[in-house]
Every structure is written in C-alpha cells, then in structure tokens.
C-alpha cells in the first residue's frame, strides 16, 4: 500500500469569508470558491477544502463544526487503491464516489479518503547556504535574503490528532502500510506513509474520551528562513502565534505555530528529517526538553538604542 502522503484536509467551517482570509493570508492559494467548497492549494497542489456544514462525500464523525471532517492521501496508481480497498473491507464500509476516491474511516471514527495523486512539480528557489568548511553553495554577490522574498507552503506536511487509543489507532495505520518512526511515552507514534521517507506525515495524540480531533496540520516551507518570514509576516496582519518559532528534536523541523479559524492550530515548518526502514525507533516522555531544540518568542522589531520616537 505505497501511500505518499497528504493530498488535501477537508474542514467544515463556520466562516467562509475569516477561513478565506486566513487561508490565502497564510499563503495558500484560493482556486475555487464555488459553493459548496472552496479549495486552497499549495505550490504543489496539496491543499485544504472548507465547507459550510457536512462536505457531500465525507462519513459523518460527529465532531461540532468548525471541525476537520475528512483526511485524504495520495497514491500512485490504481493498484495501490485497489490494495487499500481489499484491506479495508475487512472488517469496515467503503465506498468509491464518482471521481474514482475511497471513502472510510479509521478506528478512531476519523473519515479517510484516497486518490491517486494530482500533485504537480515544484517551481520555487533552493535554499543555499554558506559555510565554512565545503564550498559555497550561494554564488559571489548573489544575496541570501530581501524583505520581498516568496515564502510560500510547498506542500501539505502533517495533521495531528487527538485519540482515544493511541496504541489502537497506531495498529490500524500500520495496516495502511505506515511505519513508526518515533513516539512519545504514553502519548503516541509519528508515522510516516510507506511511499514518504519524510519523519511524518500523521502524529497522533493520547487524550480522554472528551477531547477528540485535529490539533493541527501543517505546509513545509522552502527552509527554516522561509518559516520565520512567513510566520513574521503572517503575525504583523494581526493573527495569534500558538507556539514558536523553534525547532523540534523530534523530525528535526522547524515550526511556528498558529491559532486558526478551522478549529485547530496550523502550523510553518521547514527542514524535516527523512527515514527508511532501517531506522531504529526513538522513545522519550513528551515535554519541553523533548519537543524542541530550541524555542524563540516573537518579539516586534527593534534596534540598536530602542525603536525610533513615535511621530506626533
């Protein structure tokens, strides 16, 4: 089952116009706003989908809007949906819509959905650095950096969950194919899809029968700059910063949590780690040391003697 990873995160809002703010305000791109959905693309086409209400295909999961209502992944080609149906119908209902996407759900009453891929190449810039000790990667008199520069999501990363039974919820997804590539004691896996050799594209957390959805979900960015530019940028138009920026130990990558109107955080991350199946599963407890290398607070601007005097 050569899953590949996200390919869109279906949402069901209470404010189509805040979401269309935020969502293109974030630097998504808007490519259709016909009711009853409107999509938000990234440079590769991954995206996010929000609707008024119930999204027409998608299994009801009970959760109050604004909530995330379904989770599709991409595939290759045709055999790989065929497998992840045989699996599936196991012991649960699919169902095929008219685009050819399965539809179900996951142990955690979570809504699944799989298609083969319509992701597009990448056109945007490589981050290139300089340091002492290997050539330069940037060319003389060519500048790293400009006020102007594109920050943009290149493609959708990961989405968090909140669940009942992690070690349920783990076992279901390596049916799919996952790997686990690490775990926080008592609270649950990274995983990545077999066809991704990112850290992880799913990360799932333990929480009391009460508490159940999205935490958040995530674009990667070009490079940890490109985080902290569109993170800064995103909070000078007034939106709140959750958690950041820093970087994880975990993955490895950068992040710069948000507050959203989807009824999750969304995250900027950058820079992730990749694995194969010859690595070895790291186990730590979940706290502060272990879920970041390091973290800054966003501080407004300021310069050398103190900002200048307000005009009057």
Known sequence: ?????????VFQVDDIEACHEFL??????????????SRYEALDGTAIEICLGHHPTAPRNGLPSPSLIETIYAVEKQSDLDEIRQEL????????????VLHSIDD???ALAFKITERRPIEAPNDLTNAPGHPAQRPVNQV????EMSAKPRTLSHVVYFVNDADKAEAFYQRLGFRTTDKF???????????SDDHHCLFMIQTPPFVKGCEHFTF???????????????KEKGYQ?????GRHLFGSNWFWYFNSPLGCHIEYDADMDKHDDTWAVRQAPMSADTSQLFLFSAKDKWAPGGAPPEKH
Request: aromatic content about 8%; hydrophobic content about 35%; some cysteine.
């Open 1 to 9: 089952m050569n899953i590949i990873g996200l390919e869109t995160l």
């Open 24 to 37: 293109t305000d974030y630097g998504l791109n808007c490519v259709n706003t016909s009711a009853p959905i």
């Open 89 to 100: 119908e196991k012991d649960r209902q699919v169902s095929v819509d008219e685009h050819g």
């Open 108 to 110: 955690e009453k979570f």
């Open 144 to 147: 790293a950096v400009d006020p």
């Open 185 to 195: 004691q008592g609270v649950g896996p990274f995983m990545r899809p077999a066809g």
């Open 220 to 234: 990667h960015m070009g490079s940890g700059t490109e985080v902290l530019v569109a993170g800064t940028r995103f």
């Open 241 to 245: 910063s959750f958690w950041g920026p």
